[in-house]
T-cell receptor, first 112, second 115 residues
Framework: GQSLEQPSEVTAVEGAIVQINCTYQTSGFYGLSWYQQHDGGAPTFLSYNALDGLEETGRFSSFLSRSDSYGYLLLQELQMKDSASYFCAVRAPDTGRRALTFGSGTRLQVQP | DAGITQSPRHKVTETGTPVTLRCHQTENHRYMYWYRQDPGHGLRLIHYSYGVKDTDKGEVSDGYSVSRSKTEDFLLTLESATSSQTSVYFC??????????????FGPGTRLTVL
């Protein structure tokens, strides 16, 4: 089966940098995705890593190490609007399901 | 924004009653998914569809059935609702099985309460 672990909560101050880690266990691997969800809203796609290394999209970056089954989401220059839950997700073929498996989510609280 | 709507957006029902949730898309995407979201569990896959009349089970499919008779509509049915099915239900779509960036687009969600 598949499992993903990420911290349940992270707190940081406005303007700071925060890293949200995700470790996964899968048989087979097609990539690691990150989604953001504000309270009461729908998840929205942030980034995707299929290969090792860092992908940068504005203030957000995502990193993947396939050998360590580990990735992280890096948020720079934190803003109050970044307060949300962040989910890592994998699409892995071992279940035969053509769908994503999500972690339990990390709730980020940005304080002034 | 991807054109995905869910109906109803909120529903309160009683244990033992049947409930059908509808997901409608205007993107002509092949893949459609139903997830439920509960505190501490993230998003868990209930069922998904990879084409008209082609569906498969997810990790929490017990007590749920689905149907897809048209590309644009994916229905989730609770044959006999139980209190454990109180949750927020999200529909999602994706264009291909391995979309270029593994991206799924989510609908606004349906908050279901079973009393």
């Amino acid at each position: 089966g598949q499992s993903l672990e990420q911290p349940s909560e992270v707190t940081a101050v406005e303007g700071a940098i925060v890293q949200i880690n995700c470790t996964y266990q899968t048989s087979g691997f097609y990539g690691l995705s990150w989604y953001q969800q504000h309270d009461g809203g729908a998840p929205t796609f942030l980034s995707y890593n299929a290969l090792d290394g860092l992908e940068e999209t504005g203030r957000f970056s995502s990193f993947l190490s396939r050998s360590d089954s580990y990735g992280y989401l890096l948020l720079q220059e934190l803003q109050m609007k970044d307060s949300a839950s962040y989910f890592c997700a994998v699409r892995a073929p071992d279940t035969g399901r053509r769908a994503l498996t999500f972690g339990s989510g990390t709730r980020l609280q940005v304080q002034p | 924004d991807a054109g995905i709507t869910q109906s109803p957006r909120h529903k309160v029902t009683e244990t033992g009653t049947p409930v059908t949730l509808r997901c409608h898309q205007t993107e002509n995407h092949r893949y459609m998914y139903w997830y439920r979201q509960d505190p501490g569990h993230g998003l868990r896959l209930i069922h998904y569809s990879y084409g008209v009349k082609d569906t498969d089970k997810g990790e929490v499919s017990d007590g749920y059935s689905v149907s897809r008779s048209k590309t644009e509509d994916f229905l989730l049915t609770l044959e006999s609702a139980t209190s454990s099915q109180t949750s927020v239900y999200f529909c999602a779509i994706s264009e291909t099985e391995l979309a270029a960036y593994n991206e799924q687009f989510f609908g606004p969600g349906t908050r279901l309460t079973v009393l």
